[in-house]
């Protein structure tokens, strides 16, 4: 087979997998990127088709086109309305989270260094920046797990806006630290660096955010609407990169105002149409797919020898665990979050691309004895992403799904169906009630929309059902079958949250 055959082969193969995986995942919550990363090493180091040599001169500008979707599709996603009410708690979450995966991370950097496993010119600058790679949860790994098994969404709005804090932290940490590294005494101080990565970003991000607002009413139907915001990401990297700013910060800052252009064009009263176009969304979860399935499977065709660094990431994997429990306890201490809730968070652990992308960025901007880093890095995304395959399908049964907790909550929280409950008196005699699941129950003939119902009407009988909280029971039918006239029933409030 000549070399163009192989390279469509394995492209095909790549995208075959990465789809069918996530039709498994759909049935058996093991993520798709297993099967991705398993391709990978079948087609690096098993058959040979591709060399790690060859990886490496593409690696860092497959990295920073990766950063770019990945980052567009899980901020643009984010809604801050939604997350508000979790934010204190998922900020106090991902700032342990951090500091635990860094301190750990740090000290098992050192000790390999001084057994011999990692070179011996690694300082504490590299144990660092190793930790802050390796800081913070994958939400492209957690997110969909979530959303498939239909839990509470406060608890998915939890570790969702968790992962998305941890990945700002663990690219401006991880660029930071580089940064020290290369210019050596010549750097500021960290602090310094951190805040100064940090406030560019935020402030290119938003003003370029805010600005391309005004342009979203005239690509709002264009078939050329997502190449157009895309070519503006890509140029807005580079300019923020150039200004010495976080740009993996400013792309999740302008996607996050993009995503939430409706509610804040209403809050500053700017009118309407200032939206992302369905075509974009849906453009960019197409290419976020291609770009992930071709990531993961980047990341299994870097696996191979030495053998003593694969096993060094897998211990890794398991440090990253066990550190993540203290976090986990100490954040959701005193919440109202049920034992299994606990239990979920605390195994929403796995690491996945931004660690990957981050991980070939020492080796592109200069720090010395950091080509075997990606091998180090990807084994220890493998290990906790077998970890969260395993342990979630155990923990998802001890908790209730969307249909168990109520009407309400689906409705409200997950921004599912329509649904509503209506309680309808049969007759004050009998005392009987009816239980309407649906909103069609608020259409004609049956209920019509000023509340008379037809004499005709017969209504389902439905099991018991007590009143939820907070929601007021209908007034009894009222006048006799003779009378087209009726007391208009009520959708109340929905039902709190069971966490």
Same mark, same amino acid.
């Given at each position: ?89 998922? =900020? &106090?979450?991902?700032?342990? %989270?951090? *500091? !635990?995966? #860094? $301190?750990?991370? @740090? ?5 390999? +260094? /001084? ?44 570790? =969702? &806006?968790?992962?998305?804090? %941890?990945? *700002? !932290?663990? #690219? $401006?940490?991880? @660029? ?5 590294? +290369? /210019? ?45 915001? &895309? ?269």
């Amino acid at each position: 087979m000549d070399a163009v055959a192989q390279f469509l082969v394995a492209v095909a193969a790549i995208f075959l997998i990465g789809a069918v995986g996530e039709m498994v995942f759909a049935k058996t919550f093991v993520p798709d990127a297993i099967w991705l990363i398993i391709t990978g090493v079948l087609l690096g180091p098993v058959l040979g088709w591709v060399t790690r040599e060859q990886l490496a001169a593409v690696a860092p500008h497959f990295a920073a086109l990766t950063l770019v979707v990945v980052l567009f599709e899980g901020g643009s996603r984010i809604r801050l309305k939604e997350l508000a009410k979790v934010a204190p708690r998922a =900020g &106090l979450l991902a700032v342990l %989270t951090f *500091a !635990f995966a #860094v $301190v750990v991370i @740090a000290l098992a950097v050192k000790g390999a +260094v /001084a057994i011999g496993w990692l070179p011996a010119s690694w300082t504490w600058g590299h144990a660092l920046m190793v930790g802050c790679i390796l800081g913070g949860p994958s939400s492209i790994i957690i997110m969909p797990a979530m959303e498939r098994a239909k839990l509470d969404p406060s608890l998915a709005g939890l570790v =969702g &806006l968790e992962s998305a804090i %941890t990945d *700002a !932290f663990c #690219v $401006v940490g991880t @660029a930071a630290a580089i940064d020290i590294l +290369v /210019a050596g005494d010549q750097a500021s101080s960290p602090a310094m660096s951190l805040v100064r990565s940090f406030g560019l970003a935020l402030v290119i991000g938003a003003v370029s955010a805010f600005a391309w607002l005004l342009f979203l009413r005239l690509l709002r139907n264009s078939e050329h609407a997502y190449p157009i915001t &895309l070519s503006v990401l890509l140029l807005l990297y580079v300019a923020i990169d150039a200004a010495g700013g976080s740009a993996a910060l400013g792309i999740l800052t302008v996607a996050i105002i993009l995503g939430n252009a409706p509610s804040i064009s209403q809050k500053f009263d700017l009118g309407e149409g200032f939206e992302l176009g369905q075509s974009v969304q849906g453009v960019n979860r197409h290419v976020a797919f291609i770009i992930k399935s071709l990531f993961f499977t980047f990341m299994g065709l870097m696996l191979g020898p030495p053998w003593g660094l694969l096993a060094l990431g897998a211990l890794f994997g398991l440090l990253l665990f066990l550190a993540r429990v203290p976090a986990a306890l100490l954040a959701t201490l005193g919440s109202e979050h049920r034992e299994a809730a606990r239990k979920m968070v605390i195994l929403s652990m796995p690491r996945g691309m931004a660690a990957g992308v981050l991980a070939t960025m020492p080796t592109f901007a200069g720090v010395a004895d950091t080509e075997q880093l990606p091998v180090v890095v990807f084994a220890c995304i493998v290990t906790t992403i077998l970890i969260f395959a395993g342990t979630f399908p155990l923990v998802r049964k001890q908790l209730p799904t969307l249909a168990e907790i109520g009407v309400g909550a689906a409705g409200k929280e997950a921004g599912g169906d329509a649904l509503a409950e209506l309680v309808v008196a049969q007759g004050k005699s009998k005392g009987a009630t009816t239980t309407l699941r649906s909103a069609d129950a608020l259409a004609p003939p049956q209920v019509p929309h000023d509340g008379a119902l037809d004499p005709g009407t017969t209504l389902p009988s439905a099991l018991p059902v007590a009143p939820l909280p907070g929601r007021a029971e209908v007034a009894p039918a009222g006048p006799p079958p003779n009378q087209t006239s009726g007391p208009s029933p009520t959708v109340a409030d929905d039902a709190e949250e069971p966490f």
